[in-house]
């Protein structure tokens, strides 16, 4: 199947984009950094979300992963982009699935405003293209992470005192590796033909974990 991924080039995007070229899927990648995973059936495109977008072959799956955590471009690019890429892309004719990375502080409101913001506004998105795109028998999903061990939290995972900290926030006392989202979009995309319209939570017990008081 031929995939179009956005954020590619490490992190969350990269490791989605190799499990496709693992599992012998045709990827192209778009991403404003120079280059993604080294491989025969990847295609890097460096380019700027915000920007007009290319023609490529037609998608069979759409997975919006570009973000950033920065306020200033935070809902133009996690939130504006995405939309975008989704409207250029969505009339292929063999169009399946799509798929957006949001976030647990889509759910929680626990991170920076404009950020909590433009991933709350991508769930709302994917809802509204789930109601779409079904006539066409397209599923539309997304992917809600909790902390995971990517370069964007290194700050975190370098010092020994925040790491315990935000690992004791969790049931299961740990954070996921991208591998584990990479799994799940998979399966979401390639597997599944009747989950949609959900957003997935993926956050270690995070949301869950509560103290009783009696």
């Not at 120079?34 to 998608?59: C, I, N, V, W």
């Not at 759409?62 to 250029?88: D, K, M, Q, R, Y």
């Not at 005192?161 to 799994?183: D, H, N, Q, R």
Request: some cysteine; aromatic content about 8%; proline content about 5%.
């Amino acid at each position: 199947m031929i995939c179009l991924i956005t954020g590619t080039a490490r992190g969350i995007g990269r490791a989605i984009a190799e499990k496709f070229l693992q599992e012998g899927h045709r990827v192209y990648g778009i991403d404003l950094r120079p280059e993604g995973p080294d491989h025969p059936l990847y295609t890097h495109l460096r380019q700027d979300l915000r920007e007009a977008l290319p023609d490529l072959p037609d998608p069979e799956i759409l997975i919006s992963c570009a973000g950033s955590l920065e306020e200033e471009e935070a809902l133009s690019v996690n939130l504006e982009a995405a939309i975008a890429f989704t409207e250029h892309f969505e009339t292929s004719p063999v169009l399946r699935s799509v798929l957006y990375i949001a976030s647990a502080s889509a759910r929680n409101g626990a991170e920076f405003p404009r950020y909590v913001a433009s991933k709350a506004g991508l769930v709302g998105y994917m809802k509204n293209r789930a109601l779409k795109l079904a006539e066409r028998g397209i599923t539309v999903n997304s992917i809600s992470p909790g902390g995971v061990i990517t370069a964007a939290n290194q700050h975190i995972l370098e010092s020994e005192s925040l790491y315990a900290a935000v690992k004791a926030e969790t049931l299961l006392g740990k954070w996921a590796e991208p591998e584990e989202v990479a799994g799940l979009a998979y399966y979401l995309t390639v597997i599944n033909r009747s989950i949609t319209g959900e957003d997935i939570l993926m956050d270690n017990g995070e949301m869950l974990k509560s103290n009783f008081i009696w």
